[in-house]
C-alpha cells in the first residue's frame, strides 16, 4: 500500500489560517494559563517557580552591577515592553485616524473605560483601605483586550460590528488609563539622570519624526538602546518608555495614494514591455531594477507606524503574551483557604473586577445616553451592554501585570491571582451567555 504524501504546506496553511483569525489570540492565551497552572500543580512546581526566579544577564563594571534581574523580571520588563510599545502604536493610530480620532464618537467609550477604571479602583479601596494591601487597588482596572474580543468573536455574527469597535476602543483607553497609572503610582525611586537621559532619546525620536525620518532601525536603536534601558535603570517602568517611543513612530505616508498608484501603474506597464523571461529561473537585470522600485514605492506608501504595528502584532499575541501568561499565571491549587482569607486583597480583587467593571462600564454609558453626551452606536442596546460590561471583566494580562508592580508579599500576590482567575472566568462566562442570546430591542 502506497504511502500517502505530505506536503509542507499542508501543515503550514491551517497554522496560518488559525493566526490569522481574531480570537486566535485568545485561544492561545487560555492555553497559555492552563499550561502555568498545570505545572504549577505538578512535581515540577519548584522547578517552574525556580527557572523564572533565576539571574539572567548582569553587567559587572568598577565593582558594581547593573542589569541583574532574574527571567522574571526580564519578562515582565523586557518583553512586555514591546506589548505595550504595540499597545501605544494602536493608540496613537486610534487617536489620529481611527475610533478616537472623532471626539463625538469616541465620548461613549471613553466614559465607559473611565467608569470601568474609576469604579473597580473605588470598590478595591474601601476592602482595603490600609496598608501594603492598599496598593492593589490598580489591579481590578485592566481590561483583557485579547481574552474580552476572543469570547466576541467566538460569538461570529450574532454580534453587531459596533459592539467589537465599541469594546475595543474601549479596552485601548482602559489600556492608556493602565499605562498613567503604572507610570504615576507603581515606580519605585527615580535616578533623575537616568529619566532625563531617557527622555533626551525620546526628544531624539520626535525631532526624527519631523524631520521626516522614516528608517525603522532609526527608531529601533534610538528607542531600545537609548530609552528603554535608561529608563529601565531610572526605576520608572520601562514599559512607560515603550509607549513614549510608540508615540514617537511616523504615521504619515511619503507618497499619497494617487500618485502612488500612478507610479506603480506605470512601472507595471514597463515590466510588461520587457522581452518575457519565462524559459529561465532569474529573471534580468532591468526587470530586478523595476521591482525594486515597485518595492520601495510600496515601501513609502505605508505609513512607519502601521508596518510596525503590523509586523509586532503577531509577536505579542502569539509569543510575548503567551510567554507572560505562562511565566505569572501559575497558581498551585493546594491553597491554604486561612491565607487566602487573612485579608480583603482576593475579595476587592473579584468584587472589582466582576462587580465594579460591569456597574462602571454599563452605569457610565447609560449615564452619558441619558444626559446626551453621546449616543449608542448602531446595534447597541443596555442588554448588549451590560454583556460588554462582563466581558470587560476579564483581566488576566494587565491585571496580572500591575499585580506583580503592586505587591512583594507572596500571599497578596497569590490572594490577587485567584480573585483575577474567578472574576475573570465567571464575567466571561455570563458576558457570553448575555451576548449569546437574541440581541432584539
Given at each position: 500500500?502506497?504511502?500517502?504524501?505530505?506536503?509542507?504546506?499542508?501543515?503550514?496553511?491551517?497554522?496560518?489560517?488559525?493566526?490569522?483569525?481574531?480570537?486566535?489570540?485568545?485561544?492561545?492565551?487560555?492555553?497559555?494559563?492552563?499550561?502555568?497552572?498545570?505545572?504549577?500543580?505538578?512535581?515540577?512546581?519548584?522547578?517552574?517557580?525556580?527557572?523564572?526566579?533565576?539571574?539572567?544577564?548582569?553587567?559587572?563594571?568598577?565593582?558594581?552591577?547593573?542589569?541583574?534581574?532574574?527571567?522574571?523580571?526580564?519578562?515582565?520588563?523586557?518583553?512586555?515592553?514591546?506589548?505595550?510599545?504595540?499597545?501605544?502604536?494602536?493608540?496613537?493610530?486610534?487617536?489620529?485616524?481611527?475610533?478616537?480620532?472623532?471626539?463625538?464618537?469616541?465620548?461613549?467609550?471613553?466614559?465607559?473605560?473611565?467608569?470601568?477604571?474609576?469604579?473597580?479602583?473605588?470598590?478595591?479601596?474601601?476592602?482595603?483601605?490600609?496598608?501594603?494591601?492598599?496598593?492593589?487597588?490598580?489591579?481590578?482596572?485592566?481590561?483583557?483586550?485579547?481574552?474580552?474580543?476572543?469570547?466576541?468573536?467566538?460569538?461570529?455574527?450574532?454580534?453587531?460590528?459596533?459592539?467589537?469597535?465599541?469594546?475595543?476602543?474601549?479596552?485601548?483607553?482602559?489600556?492608556?488609563?493602565?499605562?498613567?497609572?503604572?507610570?504615576?503610582?507603581?515606580?519605585?525611586?527615580?535616578?533623575?539622570?537616568?529619566?532625563?537621559?531617557?527622555?533626551?532619546?525620546?526628544?531624539?525620536?520626535?525631532?526624527?519624526?519631523?524631520?521626516?525620518?522614516?528608517?525603522?532601525?532609526?527608531?529601533?536603536?534610538?528607542?531600545?538602546?537609548?530609552?528603554?534601558?535608561?529608563?529601565?535603570?531610572?526605576?520608572?517602568?520601562?514599559?512607560?518608555?515603550?509607549?513614549?517611543?510608540?508615540?514617537?513612530?511616523?504615521?504619515?505616508?511619503?507618497?499619497?495614494?494617487?500618485?502612488?498608484?500612478?507610479?506603480?501603474?506605470?512601472?507595471?506597464?514597463?515590466?510588461?514591455?520587457?522581452?518575457p523571461n519565462d524559459q529561465l529561473p532569474t529573471i534580468s537585470?532591468?526587470?530586478?531594477?523595476?521591482?525594486?522600485?515597485?518595492?520601495?514605492?510600496?515601501?513609502?506608501?505605508?505609513?512607519?507606524?502601521?508596518?510596525?504595528?503590523?509586523?509586532?502584532?503577531?509577536?505579542?499575541?502569539?509569543?510575548?503574551?503567551?510567554?507572560?501568561?505562562?511565566?505569572?499565571?501559575?497558581?498551585?491549587?493546594?491553597?491554604?483557604?486561612?491565607?487566602?482569607?487573612?485579608?480583603?486583597?482576593?475579595?476587592?480583587?473579584?468584587?472589582?473586577?466582576?462587580?465594579?467593571?460591569?456597574?462602571?462600564?454599563?452605569?457610565?454609558?447609560?449615564?452619558?445616553?441619558?444626559?446626551?453626551?453621546?449616543?449608542?452606536?448602531?446595534?447597541?442596546?443596555?442588554?448588549?451592554?451590560?454583556?460588554?460590561?462582563?466581558?470587560?471583566?476579564?483581566?488576566?494580562?494587565?491585571?496580572?501585570?500591575?499585580?506583580?508592580?503592586?505587591?512583594?508579599?507572596?500571599?497578596?500576590?497569590?490572594?490577587?491571582?485567584?480573585?483575577?482567575?474567578?472574576?475573570?472566568?465567571?464575567?466571561?462566562?455570563?458576558?457570553?451567555?448575555?451576548?449569546?442570546?437574541?440581541?432584539?430591542?
Open positions: 500500500m502506497a504511502r500517502k504524501k505530505y506536503n509542507f504546506q499542508q501543515i503550514v496553511n491551517p497554522i496560518q489560517r488559525f493566526i490569522q483569525h481574531e480570537k486566535s489570540g485568545g485561544i492561545v492565551l487560555a492555553i497559555s494559563v492552563i499550561i502555568a497552572m498545570i505545572l504549577a500543580n505538578s512535581p515540577l512546581e519548584h522547578l517552574y517557580h525556580d527557572f523564572f526566579e533565576s539571574i539572567f544577564i548582569g553587567i559587572h563594571v568598577n565593582g558594581q552591577t547593573y542589569l541583574n534581574y532574574n527571567i522574571h523580571h526580564w519578562i515582565n520588563d523586557g518583553l512586555m515592553s514591546i506589548f505595550f510599545f504595540v499597545v501605544g502604536l494602536e493608540l496613537k493610530r486610534e487617536m489620529v485616524a481611527g475610533e478616537l480620532s472623532n471626539i463625538k464618537k469616541a465620548m461613549l467609550p471613553i466614559g465607559a473605560a473611565i467608569g470601568g477604571m474609576l469604579v473597580p479602583a473605588i470598590i478595591y479601596f474601601l476592602l482595603n483601605p490600609t496598608g501594603e494591601a492598599q496598593n492593589g487597588w490598580g489591579i481590578p482596572m485592566a481590561t483583557d483586550i485579547a481574552f474580552a474580543l476572543g469570547v466576541l468573536f467566538i460569538l461570529g455574527n450574532r454580534i453587531p460590528l459596533t459592539l467589537k469597535i465599541f469594546l475595543t476602543a474601549l479596552a485601548i483607553v482602559d489600556d492608556l488609563g493602565a499605562v498613567l497609572v503604572i507610570a504615576l503610582f507603581y515606580t519605585d525611586q527615580i535616578s533623575i539622570i537616568n529619566l532625563s537621559i531617557g527622555l533626551s532619546f525620546v526628544l531624539l525620536m520626535f525631532i526624527g519624526n519631523r524631520m521626516g525620518v522614516r528608517n525603522v532601525f532609526f527608531y529601533a536603536i534610538l528607542g531600545i538602546i537609548g530609552v528603554w534601558t535608561s529608563f529601565l535603570l531610572s526605576g520608572v517602568h520601562a514599559t512607560i518608555a515603550a509607549v513614549l517611543a510608540a508615540f514617537t513612530i511616523p504615521i504619515e505616508v511619503k507618497i499619497k495614494e494617487d500618485p502612488f498608484i500612478n507610479k506603480i501603474q506605470t512601472l507595471l506597464e514597463n515590466f510588461k514591455k520587457m522581452d537585470n532591468e526587470q530586478l531594477h523595476i521591482l525594486e522600485k515597485i518595492k520601495i514605492t510600496t515601501d513609502d506608501a505605508m505609513p512607519p507606524l502601521q508596518k510596525l504595528e503590523h509586523s509586532l502584532h503577531k509577536l505579542v499575541t502569539f509569543v510575548i503574551i503567551p510567554i507572560f501568561a505562562i511565566a505569572n499565571a501559575g497558581v498551585s491549587l493546594h491553597l491554604d483557604t486561612e491565607m487566602l482569607l487573612q485579608s480583603n486583597v482576593m475579595l476587592g480583587v473579584f468584587l472589582g473586577l466582576l462587580l465594579g467593571k460591569v456597574i462602571g462600564v454599563v452605569g457610565f454609558t447609560y449615564l452619558m445616553v441619558k444626559l446626551k453626551i453621546a449616543s449608542y452606536y448602531d446595534g447597541m442596546h443596555f442588554r448588549n451592554v451590560l454583556g460588554l460590561g462582563f466581558l470587560a471583566s476579564i483581566g488576566f494580562t494587565m491585571s496580572l501585570f500591575v499585580t506583580q508592580l503592586a505587591f512583594k508579599n507572596p500571599d497578596f500576590i497569590m490572594q490577587a491571582k485567584i480573585g483575577i482567575f474567578a472574576a475573570s472566568i465567571i464575567g466571561g462566562i455570563i458576558g457570553y451567555l448575555i451576548l449569546s442570546k437574541n440581541n432584539a430591542r
